[in-house]
């Protein structure tokens, strides 16, 4: 069975500063992942993800995310955060056979940007 | 292009009563999803359907909740004799059939039982 760990349910940062969120998978063999954010009372947005080509991927609002296979993770990167980028992010993955695209969540960080 | 959208939004309903969900998928989409989220956790899978056909059932998907896609279309969740526990929001997604195609998510419909 797949599994998410995010690391850090709170993340606060700066306006301005460098946003990770990290995020490491549990698959016997590398799924494909990804990162949604879900603003309050929201559904989710995809923001990115990774399914096969390149390792480091880029999705919307300047954030992006690099995978490595050798460290099962996934985690999300954003140069310069913004106070629009306050939000919760989730990653997700879900099993390159079977199961029908379903995702696997974990739990969800919760990014605060601070003046 | 119109996404995924579901109704109610919200929903406040006394312990006991049966509660519907409804949820129109983006009309491209075959694959059809229903997860449950509570406060602070990431939303858990209950159930999907590829067309009309429900393919996979989760155990959290207990004998009062029944989903159905009756014309492959639009997608129906009921829960019967809601207990406080089911408080939660029900968020519905499709996606096409293709491997590692995203799934888009709906706003969500919030259910509230006293």
């Known amino acids: 069975a797949q599994s998410v760990t995010q690391l850090g349910s709170h993340v606060s940062v700066s306006e301005g500063a460098l946003v990770l969120l990290r995020c490491n998978y549990s698959?016997?063999?590398?799924?494909?992942l990804f990162w949604y954010v879900q603003y309050p009372n929201q559904g989710l947005q995809l923001l990115l993800k990774?399914?096969?080509?390149?390792?480091l991927v880029k999705g919307i609002n300047g954030f992006e995310a690099e995978f490595k296979k050798s460290e099962t993770s996934f985690h999300l990167t954003k140069p310069s955060a913004h106070m629009s980028d306050a939000a919760e992010y989730f990653c997700?993955?879900?099993?390159?056979?079977?199961?029908?695209?379903?995702?696997?969540f974990g739990t969800g960080t919760q990014l605060k940007v601070e003046l | 292009d119109t996404g995924v959208s579901q109704d109610p939004r919200h929903k406040i309903t006394k312990r006991g009563q049966n509660v519907t969900f409804r949820c129109d998928p983006i009309?491209?989409?075959?694959?059809l999803y229903w997860y449950r989220q509570t406060l602070g956790q990431g939303p858990e899978f209950l159930t999907y359907?590829?067309?009309?056909?429900?393919?996979?059932k989760s155990r959290l998907l207990s004998d009062r909740f029944s989903a159905e896609r009756p014309k492959g279309s639009f997608s129906t969740l009921e829960i019967q004799r809601t207990e406080q526990g089911d408080s939660a929001m029900y968020l519905c997604?499709?996606?096409?059939?293709?491997?590692?195609?995203?799934?888009?998510f709906g706003e969500g419909s919030w259910l509230t039982v006293v």
């Open positions: 997604a499709s996606s096409p059939r293709d491997r590692g195609n995203t799934i888009y």
């Open positions: 698959s016997s063999v590398p799924p494909y």
């Open positions: 990774y399914t096969t080509g390149a390792t």
């Open positions: 997700a993955v879900s099993p390159l056979t079977g199961g029908g695209n379903k995702l696997t």
């Open positions: 009309s491209e989409h075959n694959r």
């Open positions: 359907f590829q067309n009309e056909a429900q393919l996979e």
